[in-house]
């Protein structure tokens, strides 16, 4: 069974141009979940969506950043226009069920790394 | 305010040994807490998940502990290895959500 999938993996862009991260969870899993992860530090949730519905960008920096799940299978987020802060590591990870399932495993992706110069 | 801590600095231990890893937690109640292994370059992948009815749980060499009344889990690697080395995350369920510790890193010498 193939795992998430993330590309790219790495990304190096200048400040202020835009950027974009996808996506494809585990086949069957209805909730998927970006992360932020700085070095040293565990993965920040950013965005939550239970099928298409992102039902928790409480964390997700609304004036530069926004996330897209259609058809409730791949994802993609985006940062425009993207600043030296931004550089870290984006995580999407993928789970069965919903939010009375947040218990349950989450499996993760390999990571995009990106270097905002 | 809300902290999850765990050691910052890294657990050299010798190839054999028992590594136990320390995660404490303040101003949370969770009812379930995970753990991940995370390697470099890698996303972290799930250990295990312990209730908070339950004291422990073990897995092959794994155990976790999970006392609420301290507000700690103890991760227990036991007959360690070399193939150990890595970032251990703790995660608590908060609101529907995982909120992750910082890890800390095992090294394990041959």
């Known amino acids: 069974e193939a795992g998430v999938v993330q590309s790219p993996r790495y990304k190096i862009i200048e400040k202020k141009q835009p950027v974009a991260f996808w996506c494809n969870p585990i086949?069957?899993?209805?909730?998927l979940y970006w992360y932020l992860q700085n070095l040293g530090q565990g993965p920040e949730l950013l965005i939550r969506?239970?099928?298409?519905?992102?039902?928790?960008d409480s964390q997700l920096p609304k004036d530069r950043f926004s996330a897209e799940r259609l058809k409730g299978v791949d994802s993609t987020l985006k940062i425009q226009p993207a600043e030296l802060g931004d550089s870290a590591v984006y995580l999407c990870?993928?789970?069965?069920?919903?939010?009375?399932?947040?218990?349950?495993?989450?499996?993760f992706g390999p990571g995009t790394r990106l270097t905002v110069l | 305010s809300q902290k999850i801590e765990q050691n910052s600095e890294a657990l050299n231990i010798q190839e054999g040994k028992t590594a136990t890893l320390t995660c404490n937690y303040t101003?949370?109640?969770?009812?379930?807490l995970q753990w991940y292994r995370q390697d470099p370059g890698r996303g972290p992948v799930f250990l295990l998940l312990?209730?908070?009815?339950?004291k422990e749980k073990r897995k092959e060499r794994l155990k976790v502990t999970f006392d609420t009344t301290l507000k700690q889990s103890l991760f227990h690697i036991t007959a360690s290895q070399p193939a150990d080395s890595a970032t251990y995350l703790c995660?608590?369920?908060?609101?529907?959500?995982?909120?992750f510790g910082t890890g800390t890193r095992l090294l394990v010498s041959p």
């Open positions: 312990i209730r908070e009815n339950e």
């Open positions: 101003n949370y109640s969770p009812a379930y």
């Open positions: 969506y239970e099928n298409e519905e992102a039902v928790d």
């Open positions: 995660a608590l369920v908060s609101f529907q959500k995982l909120v």
């Open positions: 990870a993928s789970s069965l069920g919903l939010a009375a399932f947040s218990y349950n495993e989450q499996f």
């Open positions: 086949s069957g899993h209805n909730t």
